[in-house]
T-cell receptor, first 115, second 114 residues
Framework: GEDVEQSLFLSVREGDSSVINCTYT??????LYWYKQEPGAGLQLLTY?????DMKQDQRLTVLLNKKDKHLSLRIADTQTGDSAIYFC???????????????FGKGTKLSVKP | KAGVTQTPRYLIKTRGQQVTLSCSPI?????VSWYQQTPGQGLQFLFE???????NKGNFPGRFSGRQFSNSRSEMNVSTLELGDSALYLC?????????????FGEGSWLTVV
């Protein structure tokens, strides 16, 4: 079966770097995503990485992908109090039957940023 | 460019009733998918529509159904509501190019069943 795992909580101090880790089980997954959810809100797409890439950087965000270990991480540099939220890792299985939207999510990591 | 729009944002229903939720995707996006989010089960895929056809379906009972219109707008319906259907229902849209990529979510519809 397919399962995405994340640690449930992470606490950092403002200004430090945050690293949120994720493991996935379907080595055929084509894309891997990071979403942010603030209280009472929907999911905000932060970034995504194609499975043939090792790293992707986007401003304060760095995504690392270790396909051999099926490990994905999201690093947030200079973490701010506004970064406090739940972060979801998601994988997208292969394009079976033309399907595009079937993301498999982890349970989410709650990031708390202390001033 | 407007994002994914879901209506209503909040609603309260009684057990046994039915509910219809609406989703307008980002302009130009043809694929719409639905997810249920609960504290216990997390985010679970319900179904996906493209060109008015259901292309994929998650593991939910037949009480959960959906449809897509020619303008790509989508609705989902839950009949004979149960207390366990209380959840945040999220709609997502994507362009649906062959190699796929970005999938954007709406703010969700909060359903409470009493």
């Amino acid at each position: 079966g397919e399962d995405v795992e994340q640690s449930l909580f992470l606490s950092v101090r403002e200004g430090d770097s945050s690293v949120i880790n994720c493991t996935y089980t379907d080595s055929s997954s084509t894309y891997l995503y990071w979403y942010k959810q603030e209280p009472g809100a929907g999911l905000q797409l932060l970034t995504y990485i194609f499975s043939n890439m090792d790293m992707k950087q986007d401003q304060r965000l760095t995504v690392l992908l270790n396909k051999k270990d099926k490990h994905l991480s999201l690093r947030i540099a200079d973490t701010q109090t506004g970064d406090s939220a739940i972060y979801f890792c998601a994988e997208r299985p292969p394009n079976y039957g033309g399907s595009q939207g079937n993301l498999i999510f982890g349970k989410g990591t709650k990031l708390s940023v202390k001033p | 460019k407007a994002g994914v729009t879901q209506t209503p944002r909040y609603l309260i229903k009684t057990r046994g009733q039915q509910v219809t939720l609406s989703c307008s995707p980002i302009s130009g996006h043809r694929s719409v998918s639905w997810y249920q989010q609960t504290p216990g089960q997390g985010l679970q895929f319900l179904f996906e529509y493209f060109s008015e056809t259901q292309r994929n379906k998650g593991n939910f009972p037949g009480r959960f159904s959906g449809r897509q219109f020619s303008n790509s707008r989508s609705e989902m319906n839950v009949s004979t509501l149960e207390l366990g259907d209380s959840a945040l229902y999220l709609c997502a849209s994507s362009v649906d190019r062959g190699n796929g990529n970005t999938i954007y979510f709406g703010e969700g519809s909060w359903l409470t069943v009493v």
